[in-house]
Structure formats: structure tokens, C-alpha cells
């Protein structure tokens, strides 16, 4: 076995660290500036694309400015303008790349994933293009979606012009995803979060520090580009009582429930477009005569609906108007993203989710409506894309009303506990397990790296003397009962200190090619080199160097005096799982009082 021999160590020090980081952390915090200028830009050219196709669509202007759809004077006419926006998408879909269907983050997590962070430039340039027309026609979408998207495209375009590993690449393209969002609506610390969330799929300072400073960068650039500011702000709500703390996590409950069901509707009507009988290109049109009818009824369903939101916090809607929205923009909504066009999920789930909240707390005497509004959209948010602290700190740098912060936190845990509970998998990890693969959102420690070999060694070692003839050892290979109960052996000294390893491929090559007759073991194996483990050191480090050598089994040393005390082979470091199996379901009762 050709590997790398480790003797034993003198003067060994502890050298094991809290994090991984080390000095590629600067490399990739020195990328993150321009990844998170990159995602600001590509929020405010995203934002301004939605405002001339609106513009376009409705109002025959040339024009980027804001403008409302719910203000156009075009009559039934207006129901064929989602649909001819809707056509346009599933062409650019079909002959440009399919990639740009959907919301932006499954999209995302399925390259980071399984794409090794590399998104190709024709849906850097296609995503928002197609989002753009999708919304501004009237799609019933946010923008953050494809802007999440857009961000992280260019992360890993940026990422791919240098010698980067996998991960580091991952990093880039979440740093541009967590600066589109921070730009968007200027709230950094909950884009951060989201990428951890949702995205990164990891808790490292290499991932964490770039993205912070991406998020950071995107969100000082917002007052530039965007105008600075507050997006929604509200005034300071007074401390709930506990009775209005109970209701806040009755309102959690409420909210995941209809998450579920939100979640339920988008998969159950795109499970019905495939059943139809014609090519999935035509599916967006459907959808967007939908999206139009749908428009008909109730005109503030359609586009981003940033101000059916201020609205909402502001209680200026009347119960039956905030009825109708929450009822047309579920239908809508579900069934154009079922469809299969491009558009993001959260502008929705706000709108939604406010509309419950409201809706929640006019049923409560002297309750404030707006304050509920808030509530039920943190919460919807939170239960839909599982991500409560995301959608705590969301609402409250939206809003910066910190006299919501408890409440927030209680109706967000709330509707994600529920959602963990009703649903297997959400809204965005759906769509990633519909084409195959499997998303753990669980982060936990590794214990490769927390357990010492001396905890899953196989000791006392079976070892052979130095000083064993050949042929006898041969002879113990053979008359060892099939199957053998070790396929190699320390070959040890009169003080126990390792001087080989004998493997049966050792044996079968002295039975082919001729046994050294008259030597023992020690002089016969020589300068063997093999691979060694410490009972001192961490699992995963052993485990690395197996690997690298594709040692089977592996002798393990006391590190002071060299002496062997154990194995470790792989069916140990199966083992490992199955203890941590034991450590999750295992369940005693440990303080017991009289019988």
C-alpha cells in the first residue's frame, strides 16, 4: 500500500480550530465589494425594466418611471395583456433556456447544489428579461425572485473568470443573491440570513463573511440608486399583552396553515398543466388569461403590489377590499406559477399574508390593523419559505418597528412550526425534489469532526510479531475461517510498536510470485509504507487520509509512545452514523422518584 507513513508525534500540540477559515477568506471578502455592486445594479436595471414594460403594456408610454396597473383605462382589453406577456416568456423559455421558469430561488439552490455553482450568462441575461415582461404585464409576482437570481448569476459568472474551488464559487453566487435582495428593499441583515436559510447550506465564515459584506456594499448603494429610506415605515407599536402575545401565535398558526395550502394550490395546478395535452411553451398563456380575468375582478392583484403592502400596514383598505385581494391574488398567483412562468414568491406572501393578518385582527376590538398586517406577513413568509428568522428581522427592517419584534418572533416561529409539521417540504424545495433531489435544511455539526478515533477504534488490535517466519503467517491467512475476520494486521514489536502491516494482498503475492523463505515478517516487509491513525486525533481527519489512499484498514498509534492500541476501519466510520442515529431516537428517563 503506497501512502504516506505517520510516525508518531513529539511535542504534539493541540491545533484545532473553532472554523475552517484561513487566508482565502481574504481573497473572497476582496470579490464581495464588486459581486455586491453587481447585485444592486442588477436590482435597479431589474426594477426599471418592470416600470417600462408596465409603462409599455398599459399606458403606451416609453417610460421608466412608476406607474400602478390598477390606473389604466383599457377595459376588458386589459385581460389580453398577461396573456401576450405570458406568450412571450414560454418562447423565451423554449428556444432560449427553460431555466427561466419558475421563482429564482429553486433555480438557485438547484445549481448551488447539484450545478456546482455555475449558472451559464443566457440566463443571466434572460431571467430578468423574461421577469421583467412577466410582472410588468401584470403577473402577479415580486421582483426579489428573479433579482435573487440575477444577483447570484453574476456572483457565479464573476466567480468562474478565477481558479476558484466548488464552494467558493457557492459563496460568490449567494453574495450576489443576498446583495439583489438588500438592494431591493434595504434590509442587509435579513438578505444575510436568507443566504444562510436558504442558500448556502452551510454556518462558515468563508460563506458568511463575503455575503455580509456583499449585502452591506448593495445596501449602501441603494440610497444612490433607489432613493434611501425606510420602505414601509410605521410608527413604534406599544408591547402586546400576553393575551395579544397568544393571539400573535394563534395568528403564526394561521398562517402556516394557509402556507400549506398556498403551497398546495401552486403544486396541485401545475401537476394539471401537465396533464394537458400540448407543449409546455403554451402552458404561461393559459396562465396569464388567468392572471388577466383575475384582473378584471380586482386590478390591485396584478404586477409587484408594493402598494397594496403600504396600504395594508397602513390600514387603509376596508375588510371586503382586502377580502377580494387575498381571494384573486391566491388564485392568480398559484395558478401562473404553476404554469411555469417567471416571477418571484415573497412580494406575494407579503400581500397575502398581510391580507390575513388584517383581516386576523379586525376581528379584535380596538386592535391595531396595521400592526396584524405586519404579523401575518412575517409569519406567511417565515411558514412558506421556512425561514423564521429571515422573516423576523425582514419585517422589521422593512418597517423598523422594533416595538413588533416579540410578537414577530412568536407568530414566525409559530407558522413555521406548523408548516415543518403539515408539509414535507416547502414551496421552494418542492420544485428542486420534482426534478429529482433531495434538500436537507437541518444544519448540525458534523461529528466527523467531534469525535476522537479512540471512541469508534476497535481495540484491543490483533497484531503479528516482527518476528513471525513467513510461512507461518501465510499459514494463519490460510487456515483463518472464510470470511477472514481481518484483511490485515499490525506487525508489532517485543514493545508493541508498529514496524508494518501485513495484508492479505501481501500474502497473495508471496503465494504467486514466491515466499521469501527463511525471514520473518520484519525483515521481509521492510520499508512497507502504510497509513497510520492517532487515538488522539479527529475522526475526519483519519477519514480524509483513508480516503486519499483507499486504505481499508488502519492501525491506530498512542501518539506518545508509538505503541498500537486499536483499528479503525471503514465499517467504524459507519459506525458513527449509526450512533448518531441512536443519539436522535434513543430515549430514557434518567431522574426517576419513588416508584
Known amino acids: 500500500m503506497q501512502a504516506h507513513v505517520h510516525k508518531p508525534g513529539i511535542g504534539h500540540t493541540d491545533r484545532l480550530r473553532d472554523f475552517s477559515a484561513d487566508r482565502r477568506l481574504l481573497l473572497l471578502g476582496a470579490m464581495a465589494p464588486v459581486v455586491g455592486s453587481a447585485g444592486a445594479a442588477a436590482a435597479w436595471t431589474l426594477l426599471h425594466l418592470i416600470n417600462l414594460a408596465t409603462n409599455l403594456a398599459y399606458y403606451g408610454h416609453f417610460s421608466a418611471t412608476q406607474a400602478s396597473i390598477a390606473g389604466n383605462n383599457l377595459g376588458p382589453w386589459a385581460v389580453l395583456i398577461p396573456v401576450a406577456g405570458c406568450l412571450i416568456i414560454g418562447v423565451m423559455a423554449r428556444y432560449g433556456s427553460e431555466k427561466i421558469r419558475g421563482h429564482g430561488i429553486p433555480e438557485a439552490m438547484e445549481a448551488i447544489l447539484i450545478g456546482r455553482s455555475r449558472i ?36 457565479s459568472l464573476f466567480a468562474q473568470l478565477f481558479h476558484l474551488s466548488n464552494a467558493e464559487r457557492k459563496t460568490l453566487l449567494v453574495a450576489g443573491a443576498a446583495a439583489g435582495m438588500a438592494a431591493t428593499f434595504g434590509t442587509p ?27 452591506v456594499v448593495a445596501a449602501a448603494w441603494r440610497p444612490a440608486l433607489m432613493g434611501g429610506g425606510v420602505l414601509f415605515p410605521m410608527a413604534i407599536s406599544p408591547s402586546l399583552p400576553t393575551l395579544g402575545l397568544l393571539f400573535a401565535t394563534g395568528l403564526g398558526v394561521l398562517c402556516g396553515l394557509a402556507s400549506g395550502f398556498l403551497t398546495l394550490m401552486v403544486y396541485g395546478t401545475e401537476d394539471l398543466f401537465q396533464r394537458l395535452p400540448i407543449h409546455w411553451m403554451w402552458w404561461p398563456a393559459i396562465g396569464g388569461l388567468v392572471v388577466g380575468l383575475g384582473g378584471l375582478i380586482e386590478p390591485h392583484a396584478l404586477g409587484v403590489g408594493y402598494d397594496n403592502i403600504e396600504a395594508l400596514l397602513n390600514g387603509d383598505r376596508t375588510v371586503h377590499a382586502i377580502l377580494m385581494l387575498l381571494l384573486v391574488k391566491a388564485v392568480i398567483w398559484s395558478v401562473a406559477l404553476g404554469s411555469g412562468t417567471s416571477g418571484g414568491v415573497l412580494a406575494p406572501l407579503l400581500i397575502m399574508g398581510g391580507a390575513i393578518g388584517a383581516l386576523f385582527g379586525g376581528l379584535m376590538p380596538g386592535a391595531q390593523m396595521g400592526l396584524w398586517a405586519l404579523l401575518g406577513m412575517a409569519a406567511m413568509m417565515g411558514g412558506t419559505m421556512r425561514s423564521p428568522l429571515t422573516a423576523t428581522l425582514f419585517a422589521l427592517e422593512l418597517t423598523h418597528n422594533v416595538g413588533a419584534l416579540l410578537p414577530l418572533a412568536i407568530a414566525c416561529t409559530a407558522a413555521h412550526a406548523t408548516t415543518v409539521l403539515l408539509l414535507r417540504r416547502s414551496i421552494l424545495t418542492e420544485k428542486v425534489a420534482r426534478r429529482g433531489h433531495h434538500v436537507t435544511r437541518e444544519y448540525v455539526v458534523d461529528p466527523f469532526e467531534t469525535m476522537r478515533v479512540a471512541d469508534i477504534m476497535t481495540h484491543p488490535a490483533a497484531t503479528l510479531p516482527d518476528s513471525m517466519p513467513v510461512e507461518d503467517a501465510v499459514a494463519f491467512f490460510a487456515n483463518q475461517q472464510a470470511p477472514a475476520p481481518h484483511q490485515s494486521y499490525p506487525v508489532v514489536d517485543h514493545a508493541n510498536t508498529l514496524r508494518a502491516v501485513l495484508t492479505q494482498a501481501d500474502v497473495l503475492r508471496w503465494a504467486s510470485e514466491g515466499r521469501p523463505h527463511g525471514k520473518s515478517l520484519g525483515k521481509a516487509l521492510g520499508t512497507h509504507k502504510f497509513v497510520t491513525g492517532y487515538s488522539d486525533e479527529l475522526v475526519g481527519e483519519l477519514a480524509d487520509r483513508m480516503h486519499e489512499t483507499d486504505a481499508r484498514r488502519v492501525p491506530v498509534l498512542n501518539r506518545g509512545d508509538g505503541s498500537v492500541v486499536g483499528f479503525v476501519s471503514r465499517r467504524d466510520l459507519l459506525r458513527i452514523r449509526i450512533m448518531t442515529v441512536r443519539h436522535e431516537r434513543h430515549r430514557e428517563t434518567l431522574i426517576r422518584f419513588g416508584k
Not at 441583515?189 to 449585502?215: H, N
Open 120 to 155: 451559464q450568462p443566457k440566463v443571466a441575461i434572460l431571467k430578468p428579461l423574461s421577469s421583467a415582461i412577466s410582472i410588468g404585464s401584470g403577473g402577479p409576482f415580486g421582483a426579489e425572485g428573479p433579482i435573487i437570481m440575477t444577483g447570484g448569476a453574476f456572483g
Open 189 to 215: 441583515v435579513a438578505a444575510i440570513l436568507l443566504a444562510v436559510e436558504l442558500l448556502l447550506f452551510e454556518w462558515k465564515p468563508r460563506s458568511f463573511v463575503p455575503v455580509a459584506i456583499a449585502a
